[in-house]
């Protein structure tokens, strides 16, 4: 992702969340943003996470496909919806807000989103912070989601940090 300011970072942070929602096997749905110009989704990422929907929209509700898809994935509706990704300033705030306004528990991987520019960033994740989305880190996911270090998962998920 050259494009995005410390993309490898932002990629390999988002990478980590796909292969650890896999191994725990927590729902994960991608979506793309205009494909067909501004390209799809990594491989690494693609490859973690079978479930694609295609958008134009900046914020993913305003697609019926994803909230389709979110509806099967999460039949009963999720308690909480993490995002992560790319512009953190247009979609990932536009969809955090609007899952937000429909009700679900929204949290923002700080570290596995990205802008073009670090101020972009920045502003984004201060505005959904005003917003009381939360806001979270890869790491603390992972730990919370594991909840314990007895959790049969929990070399397996080491591993994908160190």
């Not at 929602?21 to 994960?28: D, N, V, W, Y």
């Amino acid at each position: 992702m050259p494009a995005i300011d410390d993309g490898d970072a932002v990629l390999r942070n988002a990478t980590i969340l796909a292969q650890a929602a896999q191994l725990l096997a927590i729902p994960a749905l991608a979506t793309e943003q205009y494909p067909v110009g501004l390209g799809h989704t990594a491989p690494e990422i693609a490859a973690l996470c079978p479930e694609s929907v295609e958008k134009t929209t900046f914020g993913a509700c305003g697609t019926p496909a994803f909230l389709e898809a979110l509806h099967r994935l999460a039949p009963s509706g999720a308690p909480t919806l993490l995002i992560s990704g790319c512009e953190a300033h247009i979609c990932v705030l536009q969809t955090a807000l609007q899952l937000q306004a429909q009700g679900y528990d929204v949290r923002v991987v700080v570290d596995a989103v990205g802008s073009r520019s670090a101020i972009s960033k920045h502003t984004a994740l201060e505005r959904m912070r005003a917003a009381s989305i939360g806001l979270v880190t890869t790491e603390m996911v992972l730990f919370e989601w594991l909840r314990d270090s007895k959790h049969m998962q929990f070399r397996g998920l080491s591993k994908l940090i160190k």
